[in-house]
């Protein structure tokens, strides 16, 4: 059941949840359905279009030609060509496109266009004199002439300007466009050389003025020449080191050489003075072993001890004698330990006094050096100073010759572009010869315009009037503009042959093969395959306005609830315009129009009689019907009474489903107080009546009394060329024949 109701969901609602942007797009196929739909239009508006473009076409060929003549002017490349070379510089293929648009512009200028017209030739012509009565408006309009009709295109892969002019006499329409290039190559020309002469002028002046400066210059190093001392000659020879540069180097090794030597000395310094306060070293003993006096106490040292060994041997050791010469030992070891002293003293004096006296002089040299070398240093600032003097006053010197020779150059490079055939740089080709046919107006353009003009405005026009219509004429326009599902469509009774003769609120079971009574049964399908109907048994039939075919639905759709076998009441709630007892009129009526029923909905609601009483056989198995019954003052307040209600809930036993035709939803508010009553409401919109605004107002005001809107019937659909309807009943009728010869 779920998947049942999700098919037919898709089937009835394609229009749910659509974008506003969605709702207002033409597909192709709606787009080729307009033109096919007014093609008359667009094919008669074209043929108007094409008889219009050749009938203007002979008249102005006739009355108000145009010739256009045309010549070219030769631009050669921009760049100044140097006449001392042979050959050129390359310019790219963009910037000379580019100088050739410029010069086109020129010709274009007011300045040139006044010069034009300001010739005699130009004015003398009878498109000059035809263009006002005096002369001042006669310039004017010849200005806007111009500009209008005639033009310098650059071409861009060749190096011409095409010039053209465009007027009613062949002959004055060359004789401008001459006039136009003769006038504009002398003045550009001239233009050019006076510009070469102004220049040559500049460089002269330029000249002399360099010349001057150079001679200064001259001046200003002769000057600086003289002022220098006798030893600065070689101002300019900077490949070799100067004597006072060289001086400079000899007295700074010397002053490193002797400052590392009074370093050393210092040391010495230092050294000696710590050995004079400590230990006896190598070079002290070394001087104490070789003096004579230490020499000759070490042998007499050496005597004693010798006897002293010999006498210990004879005498021992307390004997006289062996104590005497061991003191005698005593008094030499003393002797020697004196006189080292004494060498050792005076030698560690000597050499700390004889190398604080090298200190001495290495200073003084020191001294000198260094006023030497500050004098040197003196002398090389001199020097230097001197050579950025010169070196300046001579750089400006070179400059000036430099300039002086670049603008001699150039002066003789002017000289040779003045005389130069190409300085202009525009050349004329040769005359504008008469055209032989006219500009205007072409055949070729103005037949084919005609007929693209038809098809423009006709298709315009078409899609205006389909756009200006706002009907809801098709199931697409109900998805689009209408938030509501489509339960059926029923085609116009024109679209079926079958429905002559036949009362439109029969169909069903009068004409049962006819595809009018195919799209109730689709309907009723629709409804039933939805689930709709499993929960609203009580079903009221409304529309907006009187018309759209609410009673023809709802009388079609109760024959086919009773042509499935179901028991059907149907009700004619329409208290104001009742039109049900006109479809199936009363047995105990005997006049050729039917009467309104004395006993009705009315009656029952005013409590005259009982349901029993009202309720009536239509002569169909299965339909019976409840009339209106006489007109009411208060219909509104009948409908909404406990006691239609109570007549709804009672009938709700005995039929399995009640249809209510009522009123219009936005005439009269009965339509609101039944849709409170019934189970859900199926709205009617009338595809040849129905507007968007008045089917979204319906809708609205229902929506607005919460009722429950199941769906919407479009009635009276007629099939558009090309539309889908057009298709379908086609195919229909094909299948319909092949049916009914086939039961036959």
Same mark, same amino acid.
């Given at each position: 059941?779920?998947?049942?109701?999700?098919?037919?969901?898709?089937?009835?609602?394609?229009?749910?949840?659509?974008?506003?942007?969605?709702?207002?797009?033409?597909?192709?196929?709606?787009?080729?359905?307009?033109?096919?739909?007014?093609?008359?239009?667009?094919?008669?508006?074209?043929?108007?279009?094409?008889?219009?473009?050749?009938?203007?076409?002979?008249?102005?060929?006739?009355?108000?030609?145009?010739?256009?003549?045309?010549?070219?002017?030769?631009?050669?490349?921009?760049?100044?060509?140097?006449?001392?070379?042979?050959?050129?510089?390359?310019?790219?293929?963009?910037?000379?496109?580019?100088?050739?648009?410029?010069?086109?512009?020129?010709?274009?200028?007011?300045?040139?266009?006044?010069?034009?017209?300001?010739?005699?030739?130009?004015?003398?012509?009878? *498109?000059?004199?035809?263009?006002?009565?005096?002369?001042?408006?006669?310039?004017?309009?010849?200005?806007?002439?111009?500009?209008?009709?005639?033009?310098?295109?650059?071409?861009?892969? =060749?190096?011409?300007?095409?010039?053209?002019?465009?007027?009613?006499?062949?002959?004055?329409?060359?004789?401008? $466009? !001459?006039?136009?290039?003769?006038?504009?190559?002398?003045?550009?020309?001239?233009?050019?050389?006076?510009?070469?002469?102004?220049?040559? =002028?500049?460089?002269?002046?330029?000249?002399?003025?360099?010349?001057?400066?150079?001679?200064?210059?001259?001046?200003?190093?002769?000057?600086?020449?003289?002022?220098?001392?006798?030893?600065?000659?070689?101002?300019?020879?900077?490949?070799?080191?100067?004597?006072?540069? !060289?001086?400079?180097?000899?007295?700074?090794?010397?002053?490193?050489?002797?400052? +590392?030597?009074?370093?050393?000395?210092?040391?010495?310094?230092?050294?000696?003075?710590?050995?004079? =306060?400590?230990?006896?070293?190598?070079?002290?003993?070394?001087?104490?072993?070789?003096?004579?006096?230490?020499?000759? +106490?070490?042998?007499? +040292?050496?005597?004693?001890?010798?006897?002293?060994?010999?006498?210990?041997?004879?005498?021992?050791?307390?004997?006289?004698?062996?104590?005497?010469?061991?003191?005698?030992?005593?008094?030499?070891?003393?002797?020697?330990? @004196?006189?080292?002293?004494?060498?050792?003293?005076?030698?560690?004096?000597?050499?700390?006094?004889?190398?604080?006296?090298?200190?001495?002089?290495?200073?003084?040299?020191?001294?000198?050096?260094?006023?030497?070398?500050?004098?040197?240093?003196?002398?090389?600032?001199?020097?230097?100073?001197?050579?950025?003097?010169?070196?300046?006053?001579?750089?400006?010197?070179?400059?000036?010759?430099?300039?002086?020779?670049?603008?001699?150059?150039?002066?003789?490079?002017?000289?040779?572009?003045?005389?130069?055939?190409?300085?202009?740089?525009?050349?004329?080709?040769?005359?504008?010869?008469?055209?032989?046919?006219?500009?205007?107006?072409?055949?070729?353009?103005?037949?084919?315009?005609?007929?693209?003009?038809?098809?423009?405005?006709?298709?315009?026009?078409?899609?205006?009037?389909?756009?200006?219509?706002?009907?809801?004429?098709?199931?697409?326009?109900?998805?689009?503009?209408?938030?509501?599902?489509?339960?059926?469509?029923?085609?116009?009774?024109?679209?079926?042959?079958?429905?002559?003769?036949?009362?439109?609120?029969?169909?069903?079971?009068?004409?049962?093969?006819?595809?009018?009574?195919?799209?109730?049964?689709?309907? *009723?399908?629709? +409804?039933?395959?939805?689930?709709?109907?499993?929960?609203?048994? $009580?079903?009221?039939?409304?529309?907006?306005?009187?018309?759209?075919?609410?009673?023809?639905?709802?009388?079609?759709?109760?024959?086919?609830?009773? @042509?499935?076998?179901?028991?059907?009441?149907?009700?004619?709630?329409?208290?104001?315009?009742?039109?049900?007892?006109?479809?199936?009129?009363?047995?105990? !009526?005997?006049?050729?129009?039917?009467?309104?029923?004395?006993?009705?909905?009315?009656?029952?609601?005013?409590?005259?009689?009982?349901?029993?009483?009202?309720?009536?056989?239509?002569?169909?198995?299965?339909? *019976?019907?409840?009339?209106?019954?006489?007109?009411?003052?208060?219909?509104?307040?009948?409908?909404?009474?406990?006691?239609?209600?109570?007549?709804?809930?009672?009938?709700?036993?005995?039929?399995?489903?009640?249809?209510?035709?009522?009123?219009?939803?936005?005439?009269?508010?009965?339509?609101? $107080?039944?849709?409170?009553?019934?189970? =859900?409401?199926?709205?009617?919109?009338?595809?040849?009546?129905?507007?968007?605004?008045?089917?979204?107002?319906?809708?609205?005001?229902?929506?607005?009394? !919460?009722?429950?809107?199941?769906?919407?019937?479009?009635?009276? @659909?007629?099939?558009?060329?090309?539309?889908?309807?057009?298709?379908?009943?086609?195919?229909?009728?094909?299948?319909?024949?092949?049916?009914?010869?086939?039961?036959?």
């Amino acid at each position: 059941m779920e998947l049942k109701k999700m098919v037919i969901d898709k089937m009835v609602r394609p229009g749910r949840g659509r974008q506003a942007s969605e709702a207002v797009t033409l597909t192709p196929k709606e787009v080729f359905g307009i033109l096919r739909r007014h093609i008359l239009l667009i094919v008669c508006l074209a043929i108007l279009g094409s008889i219009s473009g050749v009938v203007s076409w002979y008249l102005l060929l006739r009355y108000a030609p145009k010739y256009t003549a045309q010549t070219l002017i030769r631009v050669l490349p921009p760049v100044e060509k140097d006449p001392l070379t042979i050959g050129g510089a390359l310019v790219s293929k963009d910037i000379r496109y580019g100088h050739r648009v410029s010069i086109a512009n020129l010709i274009r200028q007011q300045s040139s266009m006044q010069k034009l017209i300001d010739r005699d030739r130009i004015q003398e012509t009878n *498109w000059f004199k035809g263009l006002a009565k005096t002369k001042s408006e006669r310039i004017r309009e010849a200005f806007k002439e111009l500009k209008k009709y005639s033009q310098a295109f650059a071409q861009r892969d =060749a190096e011409f300007i095409s010039l053209s002019m465009t007027c009613g006499d062949k002959k004055e329409a060359a004789l401008i $466009v !001459n006039e136009m290039v003769r006038l504009f190559v002398s003045s550009y020309g001239g233009t050019k050389r006076e510009e070469i002469l102004e220049k040559m =002028a500049r460089l002269t002046d330029q000249q002399d003025n360099v010349q001057k400066d150079l001679n200064y210059a001259e001046d200003a190093l002769n000057k600086v020449r003289q002022l220098l001392p006798a030893g600065f000659a070689d101002l300019e020879q900077r490949n070799f080191r100067s004597t006072v540069e !060289n001086e400079l180097d000899n007295l700074t090794v010397e002053q490193n050489k002797i400052t +590392l030597d009074i370093e050393e000395t210092q040391s010495a310094v230092r050294t000696l003075g710590n050995q004079a =306060a400590g230990p006896i070293n190598e070079q002290v003993e070394r001087q104490i072993e070789t003096d004579p006096i230490m020499t000759m +106490l070490a042998q007499q +040292l050496a005597l004693t001890e010798a006897a002293l060994a010999g006498r210990l041997t004879r005498l021992g050791e307390n004997h006289r004698d062996v104590i005497e010469v061991r003191e005698r030992i005593n008094q030499i070891q003393q002797e020697r330990g @004196a006189r080292k002293a004494v060498i050792a003293e005076q030698t560690r004096r000597s050499n700390l006094m004889n190398a604080q006296d090298s200190l001495v002089l290495l200073t003084d040299r020191l001294e000198r050096l260094e006023t030497l070398r500050e004098e040197a240093i003196a002398r090389k600032k001199d020097l230097d100073a001197a050579r950025v003097e010169y070196e300046k006053r001579a750089r400006i010197r070179d400059e000036r010759k430099e300039r002086l020779d670049d603008i001699k150059l150039a002066i003789v490079k002017q000289k040779a572009l003045l005389d130069d055939p190409e300085t202009p740089k525009v050349q004329s080709i040769g005359q504008a010869p008469e055209p032989l046919e006219v500009s205007f107006p072409k055949k070729r353009v103005f037949f084919p315009a005609g007929i693209m003009l038809g098809l423009i405005v006709s298709t315009g026009l078409a899609f205006l009037i389909e756009l200006l219509n706002d009907l809801v004429r098709t199931p697409r326009d109900v998805h689009r503009y209408l938030d509501i599902d489509l339960l059926g469509v029923i085609p116009h009774a024109d679209e079926d042959e079958k429905l002559r003769g036949v009362d439109l609120n029969h169909v069903v079971h009068q004409a049962p093969y006819s595809i009018v009574s195919e799209s109730y049964r689709a309907m *009723w399908t629709n +409804l039933s395959l939805s689930g709709a109907l499993d929960t609203a048994k $009580v079903l009221l039939i409304g529309s907006g306005m009187p018309g759209d075919g609410k009673t023809p639905v709802a009388v079609n759709l109760a024959h086919t609830f009773v @042509a499935e076998g179901k028991k059907v009441l149907l009700i004619d709630a329409n208290l104001r315009q009742p039109s049900l007892y006109k479809i199936f009129p009363a047995v105990i !009526n005997e006049g050729p129009v039917p009467n309104l029923p004395d006993l009705g909905l009315s009656s029952l609601l005013k409590g005259q009689c009982g349901v029993g009483d009202i309720v009536r056989p239509t002569g169909l198995d299965g339909l *019976w019907l409840i009339d209106s019954g006489p007109l009411p003052a208060n219909p509104a307040e009948l409908l909404s009474t406990e006691e239609m209600r109570d007549m709804i809930k009672q009938q709700r036993q005995h039929y399995d489903y009640i249809i209510v035709d009522g009123p219009p939803v936005l005439l009269v508010s009965d339509a609101k $107080v039944l849709a409170r009553v019934v189970d =859900a409401t199926i709205l009617v919109f009338n595809a040849a009546n129905t507007r968007r605004g008045a089917a979204v107002r319906t809708i609205r005001q229902l929506t607005e009394i !919460n009722s429950r809107i199941i769906g919407c019937v479009l009635f009276a @659909a007629e099939a558009f060329k090309g539309g889908y309807f057009q298709e379908q009943f086609k195919s229909y009728r094909k299948y319909q024949k092949l049916q009914v010869a086939q039961s036959v």
